[in-house]
């Protein structure tokens, strides 16, 4: 890479660092899983820098989707973080409830099997189309639709399913 | 944007975006994100080919006049015949130097020929360019010992009167004068004349005997060895302590 091409790299890490992580977080319900995830994707993305990519931040959500599928793969291998206690959270800082409201996010994500999940969290959250969705996980738009049903509808369960333990 | 026909699972949706937003503080990428994943990716790269290639180059380049200029000055050639028995037995090894200029009672290796095909052979050289050499008839077929310049060469590694009386001769110039120590049956200099001193390939230092030992060549003048530069106890037991030169 050359010293031009590494100050645009920098400049778009720095740009989108956040929100990749963020979408890294989504797929991973782990902050250090997320960041090693999300430092192997820039490091593929870094290795085709200088084949000047389309669209970087498609690439790197591509392959973000791919290694959350790998890792589902190996899940056995993964130590399985300990479950958050949100009571223990207090709802009175900004960033209290933001810590809440990520463990809650992870609690209902982690209910779903891995596929389900990736799709619910790229057209919901990401807000990405049917046919993007489909280009990004190598199937066809049908299997999106099928697999969003399902993902929302545990999810639906999930969440009714931790508001009952809350309000218990 | 959502294209959600079931209210419920709109209702869903909309609450997973909205925790989705209330989360996103908690994920802040670090600041040295970028240098860290280049630092990475610095490591990771492979070696780029042509300078694999160049690698590669440099070295059969190093080794190949490595071999040409700095090769060593010693080899070992296997005697493959008698014609320096008792001294060299076949099948025995003699270590040449071939930066060595032949002197009397060397054992050096010549390239020669016969019937117009080349072969090797390790002989002695008894005499030098100018030399006269010869071996006068004492009695009628026996003669005392090889005589150089008008004086008898001691050969003390050869049992006496083995050589066959051969005429004197004057060596000509840049020629040696070779004999097999095995006089009965060498093919040497009384047999082929003196050869020209530019066919010597090395001279021979020591032997490699067929044990695998060493020993210095009997009767040829001490040479410099492959092994004296070795640090190496010297043989013997260890010397009496002296007081060192200085004195004190």
């Known amino acids: 890479m050359t010293p031009s091409q590494e100050r645009a790299f920098t400049d778009f890490v720095r740009a989108n660092g956040d929100r990749l992580l963020r ?6 319900p782990d902050d250090r899983e997320a960041e090693d995830l999300l430092q192997t994707a820039l490091l593929r993305l870094a290795r085709h820098w200088s084949d000047r990519v389309d669209s970087p931040i498609a690439y790197v959500r591509t392959t973000l989707v791919n290694l959350t599928r790998d890792r589902a793969r190996r899940r056995h291998l993964v130590p399985v ?11 009175d800082a900004d960033h209290a409830e933001a810590i809440a409201a990520r463990s809650r996010l992870d609690e209902v994500l982690r209910s779903l099997p891995v596929r389900q999940r990736i799709t619910v969290v790229l057209r919901i959250i990401e807000g990405l189309s049917e046919a993007e969705t489909a280009e990004v996980m190598h199937c066809s738009p049908g299997t999106v639709k099928s697999n969003l049903a399902r993902g929302l509808d545990r999810a639906r369960a999930a969440m009714r399913a931790t508001l009952e333990e809350r309000t218990r | 944007m959502s294209t959600l026909t079931d209210p419920a699972l709109d209702e869903t949706a909309t609450r997973l975006r909205a925790l989705a937003a209330a989360a996103a503080p908690t994920a802040a990428a670090r600041p040295d994100l970028a240098r860290v994943v280049l630092d990475r990716a610095a490591r990771a790269r492979p070696v780029p080919r042509w300078l694999v290639t160049a690698g590669a180059v440099a070295v059969a380049a190093a080794v190949t006049a490595g071999m040409l200029a700095g090769r060593s000055p010693y080899f070992t050639v296997i005697e493959p015949s008698s014609a320096m028995q008792p001294s060299i037995m076949v099948g025995e090894g003699v270590v040449f130097d071939r930066s060595l200029v032949p002197a009397r009672g060397d054992v050096v290796l010549v390239r020669l020929e016969a019937d117009g095909r080349p072969y090797d052979s390790i002989l002695r050289v008894v005499g030098l360019a100018g030399d006269r050499v010869g071996c006068p008839e004492v009695e009628p077929g026996r003669c005392v010992a090889v005589v150089v310049n008008g004086s008898a060469v001691p050969e003390p590694f050869l049992p006496a009167g083995a050589t066959a009386p051969f005429p004197m001769s ?5 020629a040696l004068f070779l004999l097999g120590d095995n006089r009965a049956a060498a093919v040497d200099s009384r047999l082929f004349g003196p050869v ?11 032997v490699v005997g067929l044990d695998g030992t060493t020993r210095a060549i009997a009767g040829a003048p001490e040479r410099r060895r492959p092994a004296d530069g070795d640090n190496v106890d010297p043989p013997g037991g260890v010397p009496p302590a002296r007081e060192a030169p200085g004195g004190r």
């Open chain 1, 81 to 91: 973080p300990a479950e958050p206690d949100h009571r223990v959270v207090a709802p």
């Open chain 2, 170 to 174: 004057t060596v000509p110039a840049a």
């Open chain 1, 23 to 28: 979408q890294a977080r989504l797929l991973v």
């Open chain 2, 196 to 206: 020209p001193a530019t066919r010597v390939a090395g001279v021979g230092i020591e």
